[in-house]
């Protein structure tokens, strides 16, 4: 069994910063990937970020530039780095991992940028 816990959101004024993590427990050896998605009242969730076991990075455009997903495999944990936040991206993250061909979602954690 895997268990995503996120960590680190919280309210912070437009053009802060905040860092989300995203540790995974179980009988994990490694990942294939492990992803930030979000999803703000009303709008479906979308892909924010992901990085491949290999280290392979991908943005959505309207973060690029602002956010910034790393990973450290030996912790199995996975972080999100937003800077230069905007109040567009209040929303409900959530972290998803995909370990040997199956998919985990975390329980989602609450990012409110005020303008």
């Known amino acids: 069994q895997v268990h995503l816990v996120e960590s680190g959101g919280g309210l912070v004024q437009a053009g802060g910063s905040l860092r989300l993590s995203c540790a995974a427990s179980g009988t994990i050896f490694n990942f294939d990937t492990m992803n930030w998605h979000r999803q703000a009242p009303g709008k479906q969730r979308e892909l924010v970020a992901s990085v491949t076991a290999r280290g392979n990075t991908n943005y959505a455009d309207s973060v690029k530039e602002r956010f910034t997903i790393a990973r450290a495999s030996a912790k199995n944990t996975v972080y999100l780095q937003m800077n230069s936040l905007k109040p567009e991206d209040t929303a409900v993250y959530y972290c998803?991992?995909?370990?040997?061909?199956?998919?985990?979602w975390g329980q989602g954690i609450q990012v409110t940028v005020s303008s």
């Open positions: 998803y991992a995909q370990i040997l061909g199956n998919g985990y």
